[in-house]
């Protein structure tokens, strides 16, 4: 079974990661296999690979969907561990992905952002229609105020008052 565990939490995969077997670690992969699961200590999969050195399990583990930034219970990462071990290769390719990483969130962040300050500029235009229209509708019948309510001008209010209620419904929709 591709999830069952040792006595201390590890999984088939942390081993095979750990035993350097990169076709093992592709087969349990696809087979269903927590990339993210923690053993006792907190380590996972791509923990393990870093101590077991094999760069193509690693890359095999990021390539799959390891998370670069996971911290074990000593608060060290996959990256950390490869810079203690003076795994070079391994630490070069594991602060490419942060770095990668951390620019997707930056991109992320910068959009969500974006797409924030558009709805904001969005619900400002529409404020001004509705306060245009509102003071339209008041100057209609202020300006008309002393003579009888003429068929044209009421057709006229009923043409205004239904474009503000038209813009305060999309406004409500809209929140």
């Known amino acids: 079974d591709a999830r069952s565990r040792d006595k201390c939490g590890q999984t088939a995969l ?8 990169a076709s093992t670690v592709r087969l349990l992969i696809n087979g269903g296999s927590e ?9 996972t999969a791509l923990i393990f690979g870093v101590h077991g ?3 193509e399990v690693v890359e095999c583990l990021l ?19 490869a810079e203690k071990k003076n795994k070079k290769d391994i630490a070069e390719l594991l602060e490419k992905r942060m770095q990668e990483e951390a620019m997707k969130k930056k ?23 509705i306060t245009w229209l509102a003071s339209r509708a008041v ?15 009421s057709n006229i209010m009923f043409a205004e008052e239904e474009k503000l209620l038209s813009f305060v419904r999309e406004f409500a929709e809209s929140k």
């Open 107 to 129: 991109r992320e962040e910068e959009r969500m952002r974006r797409e924030e300050e558009d709805s904001t500029r969005e619900d400002e235009k529409r404020k001004c229609q």
């Open 35 to 43: 990339l993210e699961a923690t053993d006792h200590d907190g380590d």
């Open 14 to 21: 942390m081993m095979s990661a750990l035993n350097k077997s």
């Open 53 to 55: 050195g094999c760069k």
């Open 139 to 153: 100057q209609t019948v202020t300006t008309h105020a002393d003579k009888p309510l003429s068929l044209p001008l």
């Open 63 to 81: 390539h799959n969907g390891s998370k670069v930034d996971h911290k074990n219970e000593e608060e060290e990462t996959a990256l950390q561990i």
